[in-house]
């Protein structure tokens, strides 16, 4: 496994129309790296995968280690080679995501960003699970509830995506956390960071997994779905 590889599996794009299926397991999703996010079938929490261990949080807050058989419809991971990039301290989300873009100078590239320390504020949702048949994104993700801390330790692990993925990923920052202590966690919405050690890796490839055995994926028309503005109302 190249560690300048990035592989995801599913697009954002599939959960949009409600292609909520999960169409891979955890453990098969292990094989391709031990740090990721992803959702579970029917937006089933929010996931969060460190040093090879797949935490679930889900639309209640609860956190927990899945099982190897637990499925996902979208999920992107790699395996960890972290680069130094030193510390900051006391800044907002929009802060951090700048310094970051512009010490790292790699808005066209695939990259992974995590910081590990104490955030001053910290706000994330999770979605509760939907049942079939499945409702759309937008619609499912409505199902959420926001959680809030202050002064937190814990782990920011964010995904970002050149701008023309847009559609298979998210554009720009897809930030996911967990709480050291595992009483918080989810998809970050917002954040104030007091204190962090920032690290990131740089991915050369995408390898892109589609779920080719899903007769619903395969057979759905997507020049129907408004991808984009979903993606803005429900992962934003
Ligand atoms: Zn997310």
């Known amino acids: ?11 954002l794009a599939l959960l949009v129309p409600g292609l909520l299926k999960g169409t891979m397991t955890m453990g098969e999703l292990l094989e391709h790296g031990n740090t990721g996010i992803g959702t579970g079938e029917g937006l089933d929490g929010e996931l969060i995968i460190l040093d090879g261990k797949p935490y679930q949080i889900n639309g209640q807050g609860k956190i927990q280690v899945v099982p190897a058989d637990f499925t996902v419809p979208f999920a992107t991971i790699h395996q960890a080679e972290f680069t130094d990039l030193g510390k900051l301290t006391n800044l907002t ?5 700048q310094q970051v873009a512009q010490q790292v100078q790699s808005q ?27 409702q759309t994104l937008v619609e499912a993700s409505q199902k959420q509830n926001i959680f809030t801390g202050e002064q937190v330790e814990g ?3 964010s995904y970002y995506s050149p701008q023309v993925f847009d559609g298979a990923s998210v554009a720009g920052f897809h930030s996911h956390f967990l709480a050291a202590d595992h009483t ?8 104030t960071l007091a204190k ?11 390898e892109q997994h589609l779920p ?3 007769s619903a994926y ?6 129907r779905d408004d991808v984009t503005s979903a993606i803005d109302q429900a992962e934003r």
């Open 196 to 206: 962090g050690q920032v690290s990131w890796q740089q991915f050369a490839t995408l």
């Open 108 to 134: 066209n590239t695939f990259f992974s960003l995590k910081i590990t320390g104490t955030f001053q504020a910290m706000k994330t949702r999770a979605v509760n699970k939907a049942l079939e048949p499945y």
């Open 1 to 11: 496994m190249m560690n300048d590889t990035l592989y995801q599996h599913g697009t």
């Open 93 to 97: 989300a929009a802060e951090v995501y």
């Open 218 to 223: 395969m057979q759905h028309d997507f020049a």
């Open 155 to 157: 782990t920011l692990l």
């Open 212 to 214: 080719v055995t899903d």
């Open 184 to 191: 918080l966690g989810g998809h970050i919405l917002d954040f």
